[in-house]
Structures are given as C-alpha cells and as structure tokens.
C-alpha cells in the first residue's frame, strides 16, 4: 500500500471541498480533514490521511506517529539541557559532570571508532581460555555481569504479596524476540533469520573472529535459540499472567533444576542468600534452557556466551558495530536510516540517568497548573468508570462490589516522582571508554535493583521518567502513571477544549484504569495482589465477551496473508473500548457541571459538535504513517493493535461515534447493537 500517493489524492480532494480554518481548536487541526472520505468508510483516513501528508516518512523511521512527533520535541528539549550541563563545566562527581561525560563519550566517534573492539577483548579471551573444569564459574560470571545465558532471575514486586519482593526465575529472551522467527519456514520468517545469521557473523568478525569461527559460532547460536524456542510460549499464551505464578520452595528449585548448583547462584550473581521460596514463569522453557547447559560441549557454550557477550555490548562500541545492528532492524522493520548519533547518543545518556535529567526536564517544561488539571481530570475519570461498573449487566453484585474497592485504591502519578534516584554513588570516568562506562552503568543499575531484595517495595517509584511519551497501569502497585511529557497536544492542552481534551488524554486515562480490569489486570485486588476476586459466572461472562473481541480484531488483513492478532492485543483492545466509553461519560458529566448544551449550535466549535471533536481528537492521536515491514513487526511482536485498527474496529463499537456522525446500516464501519462489544 503506498500510503504517501494516498494521502496525496486525498489532500487534492479535500481542497476542492474547502477545509476548515482552524479558529477554536488547539489540538485538532481540520485542515488535515479528508472530506472525499466518508465517516462511515474509513474514519482514521477521514481524520488523519491529511496529517500523513503532512508527515511523510523519513528513511530515520519504519513509522512515524503523534507519539513521535511528541518524542522529537522532547529530544530537542532533552538535548538543550544535556548540552547547557556541559557548557557549565561541571564538577567532577557532580550529577551533572556525569549526564554530560556519558553524552561526550556517546558522540566521540572518532575515539570510538579507533578503539573498534578492543574495549571487550580482553573479556573474549577470557571466555576462550576458561577451562573446562570452571565452566560453572564462567557462567555465573556471565549471569552477573553480562546477559542471561539459558535462563533468567531476578527480584521484582510479589505476584502475591505486593508490598515485599520475590524472586522470580524465567526463561531466556530469544535474540529476535518471538518464537516464529526460529520456527515457522515462511517467506518472512526465513528472511529475519537469514538476517539474524548475517548479524551474528558480521558482529563476531567486528570482534575480531575468521569467517570460519564466526560462522561456527553463529550456528551454535542459532542451534540453541531454535531449541529454547521450541519451548517458548507463544505471544497468546505469554498473556495468561495467572501461569506465570510457579511458587517453589528451595528445595522444590533445586529438585527440578538438578543441573544448577542454586544456592551457589544466587550469593555469587546477586549477592543474596538462597530465597526460601521463588517464582518460577516459564517453568518448561527454564527447564530446556537448563538441559542444554548441562548437554551442550564446551564449544557450543563458549560460543553462545560469546555472541551474547558481543551483542550487548555492540551499541557501546565503533560503527562497524552499530551498522550491523541497523542492517538487521532494516529488514526487520524497513527503516532505510539509522538515527542521527546524537539521538542515539541521548537515547543512552537517558538510559543511564533518566531521572537526573527528568527533574531538570520538569522544572523547566511542566507546570504545577497542568498536574492540577490532570488531577481532576483522573477523579472525573475515575467517578465514571464507577459509573459504568455499578451499571454492568454482565457482572454481579460482589463482584462490582470489589471492582470499586480496587478502582477508589487507584493510586495516581502525575507528571514526575515525589522523590528523585540518587545517582551519587555511580561512577562515570572519561579516561575509561565509552563500552567501560556504560558497564559500570548497568552494574549500578543492576546493584540498584538486588539492594531491594528483603526490603519493602518503596511504592514512590516511577518506571518511566518525566520525559517520557507514554504512559502506563501497573496492576501491582494498582496505580496508573502519567508522565510529563505525554501531558501536550494533541493528548492534552489546558487551551483546548474538554472535547480535544477528553478525546486526547482523556481517554488514555480511562485506558490505563481499565487496564486494571482487563483480562491480566482482573487478576489481581486493589492492593495489587494476585487474587481470584471474580466468581466463575462473572469469568464466563467476561470470557465470552472477550472473544467477540479478539474475533472482531481477527477478522482484520493487516497485510496480504496476515491478520491482526486478537488474542495477543485482548488487553489493549479491551483497554482502547473502555477509554472511549468511560472518556465520553466523564466528558459528558463535565459539560453537564458547566451547564453547556452540546447539542447546541452555540456548542459547535468550526462547525463540529463537541461530541465529533471527541472522536476526531481520539483518531488524531492515532494519525501516522508506517512501512509494511514495521506493520508485519508489530503485528507479531506488539500487544497493541495496529494505529488504524485502534480507532476504525474499536469505534464500530460504540452507538454514540455512530450518531455524531450519521453512520448507519450499509456504511463500512457500521456495527449492529446485538453485534458490538461492551465490556466496561
């Protein structure tokens, strides 16, 4: 499909048609409306086909969206305050010496690409040379200090007691991410491992191996990630998070993993004691990661341990590497340009201290008005998705009853942490490499993250900093977050309207809390523990619901031969319906407290009513443009639906998008009552 000539077509026609002139909207501009499409045919084109016009594809990105153009203004904005820190002259120490050195050593690429790989030589050689009788030894220092060959651990928050830790062991992460790139023999397929092949190759002779020995070392590595794949879940059963919840005991570890020495493990990756008890996730992939260990020769798992060693270190290190990596990310999502090194350069100065530069992000972009405004916004939100709870017919009354306990335990994050990281113990040296640096980085992140083992979970945390585009639900803390950046036009303006507003930011808030009740989120209370608090009925019910909806998704060609994946996005498609549906109700209650008419003439704001200006601002966050090769990526890999799909087969859902704009039967997008999906 060539989105651009489209849009070019499109544009042509909506100027005969004389567009609107953009007085009275802030986010929403009707000047990229589409008048030769009807509403009722296709309306993310209607809405959106001039802003790709607008936008065209640049070979720096596979897709390009509101949410990146949010992202670039960030970068800029990001970039200012990373470049001013260095222009101060810091102290040496001082967090700001430290944002600034990572940047500079991200950028040299004169001394990086004279040091090639010799920054990880060193540890090379040490793979090569470990003796056969300390092959124990070597994996335990690749554990901690490198990749997680074979399998993983790792605290995180209790799936049954949300105020403490656990310790969770899980499976291996696949280098290309999803089982049916090892599995399946299709076109596409093939063609992504044959790309993975050529990485493993080139990168390895980067490092400084023959073509004979990185071939060798290549399909040792494809042989082993083939078998752990064979094991892997698949996308639609990685969604049933209730599985995930294997508590053993020591011994019960140690008895089903005979192949590891555990209570070794732990003191020598960690630095903790054998846990009484752990999560174990992926209890049949852990246990061929583990059998492989124990089966492999000594060359199959040197040469595992030295692609793993090479590729995590491939960012840090001289073009040659990153090149290779970019190939790869070409075929896999059609991106024709790598991005410009100083994005790529921020990028990992963000990594590395986000929060530093957060808090300077927010004094200088973020004021207190916004937080307020968001504040009442979630509450408004929040009475809504109250309302539509009580008002269920599929659910009964003890259950309702326990929703509205979890949604009044909402706890909301708004625009940056109370209480900042302290990154004074991190230790950045520009007589050291660039590769060095960032080593000692992730050790300290990673230290971070084991010095909470045995303490309370510290519920002020933030997993996203202040800049970043997004935002997100977490069902064990039972909390939805919102970071600064994301509160901008198009998702929200104190300027605009409450239309713009509510169909922007609006309905992200009401995503994120339904997130709380969709079919992961439901498995845990408002204490955020993993608990059954539905009865069998309401289960059934919502089951059966469910399903409707991933068949609706289903039922979409993505690409020729390819459909969306319903079952693999159920979450966030159930979270998309429940956004516009709790969105509108609150927005309604909202122009009801103003004592504004929005069916009224004196309502309509460039001859829309509010109501249309909802759903166009909803299809307006959406607006972007995509290559084939990233919508086959996403499709697989992604949870989310595809841009378009968010808004045309989620609104065939919902009556009031119906009436605003006249569709009805025959129209494409028209759905029968008896045929929607209401969850929520």
């Known amino acids: 499909m060539n989105i651009k000539n489209i849009a070019m077509v499109c544009i042509a026609a909506a100027a005969v048609t004389s567009c ?19 509403p009722g045919e296709d309306f993310y084109d209607y809405v959106t086909l001039g802003w790709q016009k607008a936008h065209p594809l640049t070979d720096e990105y596979s897709r390009y969206g509101q949410f990146n153009v949010l992202s670039d203004e960030n970068e800029k904005r990001v970039k200012d305050i990373v470049l001013s820190l260095g222009e101060t002259k810091p102290e040496k120490g001082t967090v700001a010496y430290k944002v600034a050195t990572v940047y500079a050593l991200a950028m040299d690429s004169v001394r990086r690409n004279e040091e090639g790989a010799k920054p990880i030589l060193a540890d090379l050689k040490r ?34 007691d949300s105020n403490n830790y656990a310790m969770y062991v899980s499976a291996y992460s696949l280098g290309m991410g999803d089982r049916d790139y090892y599995l399946l023999e299709d076109e596409e397929n093939t063609k992504a491992r044959e790309a993975y092949r050529t990485l493993i190759v080139t990168q390895m002779k980067n490092a400084g191996y023959s073509e004979e020995d990185a071939n060798r070392i290549m399909e040792n590595v494809l042989k082993i990630e083939t078998k752990i794949a064979e094991e892997t879940w698949t996308r639609e059963e990685s969604r049933d998070i209730a599985r995930m919840n294997n508590v053993r005991t020591a011994e019960e570890l140690a008895s089903m993993y005979p192949e590891l020495d555990w209570k070794a493990y732990f003191p020598e990756t960690m630095g903790i004691e054998m846990p009484e008890k752990v999560i174990v996730t992926e209890i049949n992939t852990v246990k061929r990661g583990l059998e492989l260990m124990s089966s492999l020769s000594e060359r199959e798992i040197k040469d595992f341990y030295l692609w793993l060693y090479v590729d995590q270190a491939s960012s840090k290190l001289s073009d040659a590497f990153s090149d290779a990596n970019f190939e790869f990310e070409k075929v896999l999502s059609g991106v024709k340009e790598q991005r410009p090194r100083w994005k790529r350069a921020l990028s990992a100065t963000e990594r590395a201290l986000g929060e530093a530069i957060g808090q300077l992000y927010v004094e200088k972009y973020f004021p207190e008005s916004s937080k307020q405004y968001m504040l009442d916004l979630v509450e408004n939100l929040r009475t809504a998705l109250g309302e539509h709870i009580q008002n269920l017919t599929w659910m009964s009354d003890s259950t309702k009853e326990n929703a509205l306990k979890k949604l009044a335990a909402f706890t909301v994050k708004i625009g940056y942490p109370d209480k900042w990281k302290d990154y004074s113990s991190m230790n950045i040296d520009p007589e050291k490499s660039y590769y060095e640096n960032m080593h000692e980085v992730s050790m300290w992140h990673q230290a971070d993250t084991y010095a909470k083992w045995g303490k309370p979970v510290d519920k002020t945390e933030w997993g996203m900093t202040p800049q970043t585009v997004n935002a997100y639900y977490n069902p064990m803390a ?81 690409l020729p031969g390819l459909n969306a994946n319903g079952t693999y996005t159920l979450g966030e498609n159930i979270a998309d319906q429940g956004g516009l549906r709790v969105s509108y109700t609150a927005f309604l209650a909202s122009q009801a407290k103003k004592g504004v008419d929005i069916n009224s003439e004196d309502a309509k704001v460039e001859g829309f009513t509010p109501t249309q200006i909802f759903y166009m601002n909803y299809a307006n966050i959406w607006a972007s443009n995509i290559r084939e090769e990233e919508m086959r990526r996403l499709t697989i890999q992604d949870v989310h639906s595809l841009a378009k799909n968010r808004v045309n087969v989620s609104l065939r859902n919902i009556t009031p998008f119906f009436e605003a704009f006249g569709i009805k039967e025959g129209d494409k997008l028209y759905r029968a009552p008896e045929d929607q999906v209401i969850i929520w």
């Not at 970071?483 to 605009?496: M, S």
């Not at 969709?518 to 539905?534: I, L, T």
């Not at 469910?546 to 979409?556: G, T, Y």
């Open 20 to 38: 609107g002139n953009q007085q009275g909207l802030k986010s929403l501009n009707t000047e990229y409306l589409c008048d030769s499409i009807a």
């Open 127 to 160: 793979i090569e040379e470990q003796p056969a009788d300390k092959m124990g030894e070597l994996f335990l220092w690749m554990q901690k200090n490198y990749a997680n060959p074979f399998f993983g651990a790792g605290p995180m928050e209790d799936f049954n």
């Open 478 to 558: 039972n909390e939805i977050v919102f970071p600064a950046a994301i509160l901008q036009a198009p998702f929200f303006d104190p300027e605009a309207t409450d239309a713009e507003n509510y169909g922007g930011i609006g309905v992200v808030i009401g995503h994120e809390m339904t997130h709380g009740f969709d079919d992961q989120g439901r498995n845990f209370d408002a204490q955020g523990n993993m608990v059954n608090w539905w009865t069998e009925a309401d289960v059934e019910a919502f089951n059966a619901l469910a399903q409707k909806l991933v068949a609706q998704f289903d039922a979409v060609e993505v």
